[in-house]
């Protein structure tokens, strides 16, 4: 298996316009979950997925973030309009169950966002 | 979420062993202790868990404390390719979120 995917790996965007972050879980997986990292805040969960189902969102930080998971294999996170405050590390993990007493989360290479 | 507390930095040189130790007094007994890392612009990475007895693997050992209120990741012999942060994170086995919480986490440097 290729691990998660995530695209693209770099974005630089301008204030106000809309990013799309991609990603593509581990086949198999049923958890689909969206971090962001700062150097501020470090790693934070924004929101994750249970059989395409958002389970916990409390993590997103406004409305300008939605994020979907149209199938099993696809999710996007999405920020319009995007800030200058987002600019940020996001990784997506994708883990195969919940609860018990390993549920190991994989990760992606994360997208570099800047917005400018 | 019950916290854990983690040295900003270590270093070591290449081929000693680490210690990175983890405390996390208010642990409760459904509490998993895990391990992650993370690799210079890389995302993190799981290394080792365990819950009372020490635990190894061929990337790591963990070992804690009789009481679990700490715990301590052991890198046999470091070699340049493990620095990295190293998070302690706490998961309850019977929450059903399967959420991590990570902290600051320790750097760790590797010197030749």
């Known amino acids: 298996d290729a691990g998660v995917i995530q695209s693209p790996r770099h974005e630089v965007t301008e204030m106000g316009q809309e990013v799309t972050l991609r990603c593509k879980p581990i086949?198999?997986?049923?958890?689909l979950f969206w971090y962001r990292q700062t150097m501020m805040r470090g790693l934070e969960l924004l929101i994750y997925?249970?059989?395409?189902?958002?389970?916990?969102d409390s993590g997103m930080p406004e409305d300008r973030f939605s994020a979907k998971m149209p199938n099993a294999s696809f999710s996007t996170l999405k920020i319009q309009p995007s800030e200058p405050r987002d600019s940020a590390v996001y990784f997506c993990a994708s883990s195969l169950q919940a609860g018990g007493s390993n549920n190991e989360q994989f990760f992606g290479p994360g997208t570099r966002l800047t917005v400018l | 979420d019950a916290k854990t507390t983690q040295p900003n930095s270590m270093e070591s040189n290449e081929e000693e062993p680490v210690h990175l130790p983890c405390n996390h007094s208010?642990?409760?007994?459904?509490?998993?202790i895990h391990w992650y890392r993370q690799l210079p612009s890389q995302g993190p990475e799981y290394v080792i868990h365990?819950?009372?007895s020490n635990v190894n693997n061929r990337m790591a050992s963990l070992a804690i404390a009789e009481d679990r209120k700490s715990s301590t990741l052991i890198l046999h012999r470091a070699t340049l390719r493990d620095a990295a942060v190293y998070y302690c994170?706490?998961?309850?086995?019977?929450?059903?979120?399967?959420?991590?919480?990570f902290g600051t986490g320790t750097r760790l440097q590797v010197f030749p």
């Open positions: 997925f249970n059989n395409n189902v958002p389970i916990d």
């Open positions: 208010t642990i409760s007994g459904t509490d998993y």
């Open positions: 086949s198999g997986h049923d958890y």
């Open positions: 994170i706490l998961r309850d086995w019977d929450d059903n979120t399967d959420k991590l919480i």
């Open positions: 365990g819950l009372t």
